[in-house]
């Protein structure tokens, strides 16, 4: 009965590297949706994919951003060259169907602390 | 676009006593509305989640309300202690598929 599952937990990375954030989805759920939390500030969508497709990317930035969830294993936040504003924690989230069927709620893992040096 | 917005941003109360989150939102049009938890440091615990058609959800010592016509949700929690101090956080579902969230509102209960 794992939960969403994120690692790394903390990732520290200098200005020009890149990112990889992983995602484990609850066994089961097909729909994952990441979420980034600025310091500061609350929980912005950035990107909501099922198995093989992105659904909806308007909460990603155009440039260095990139995400995916391939048929076998776990979905992939990438960031490149990553700069100081890219600094926050980034949560995954799943759903076994999409939020439209109104009783499935998103289950949150405990996110991916990044830190840019 | 969605806007949700959470009062008050910070409270604190004494133990024991009954308290009310508010969460509000711009869009009637959602699916449902989820109340969620964040310790410092942690990820998101669900708490409630009120689908659109729904008044009302109640789990132990909280209850949930939603008003989807005024927008308007609160979050109330009986007998509060100590372990509830956290940060409470209320997210609507649109047709998007994605949560909006509010900015939360930071709990300390004194024993």
């Known amino acids: 009965n794992a939960g969403v599952m994120q690692n790394p937990r903390h990732l520290v990375r200098r200005r020009g590297q890149e990112a990889r954030l992983r995602c484990s989805p609850v066994k089961g759920h097909s729909h994952v949706y990441w979420y980034r939390q600025l310091p500061e500030e609350g929980l912005k969508f950035m990107v909501y994919?099922?198995?093989?497709?992105?659904?909806?990317e308007s909460g990603m930035p155009k440039e260095r951003f990139s995400a995916e969830f391939p048929k076998e294993g776990p979905s992939i936040l990438r960031i490149q060259q990553v700069v100081r504003g890219d600094s926050a924690a980034y949560f995954c989230a799943s759903s076994f169907r999409g939020g439209e069927n109104s009783n499935q709620p998103q289950h949150f893992g405990d996110g991916t602390r990044l830190s840019i040096l | 676009k969605q806007e949700v917005t959470q009062i008050p941003a910070a409270l604190s109360v004494p133990e024991g006593e009954n308290l009310v989150l508010n969460c509000s939102f711009t869009?009637?049009?959602?699916?449902?509305l989820q109340w969620f938890r964040q310790d410092p440091g942690k990820g998101l615990t669900s708490l409630l989640l009120i689908q659109s058609s729904q008044r009302e959800q109640t789990s132990g010592r909280l209850n949930a309300s939603l008003d989807k016509s005024s927008g308007r949700s609160t979050l109330y929690i009986a007998a509060s202690q100590p372990g509830d101090s956290a940060t409470y956080l209320c997210?609507?579902?649109?047709?998007?598929?994605?949560?909006?969230f509010g900015s939360g509102t930071q709990l300390t209960v004194l024993p």
């Open positions: 997210a609507v579902c649109g047709s998007a598929r994605q949560l909006t």
């Open positions: 869009d009637s049009a959602i699916y449902n």
């Open positions: 994919l099922q198995k093989e497709n992105i659904i909806d």
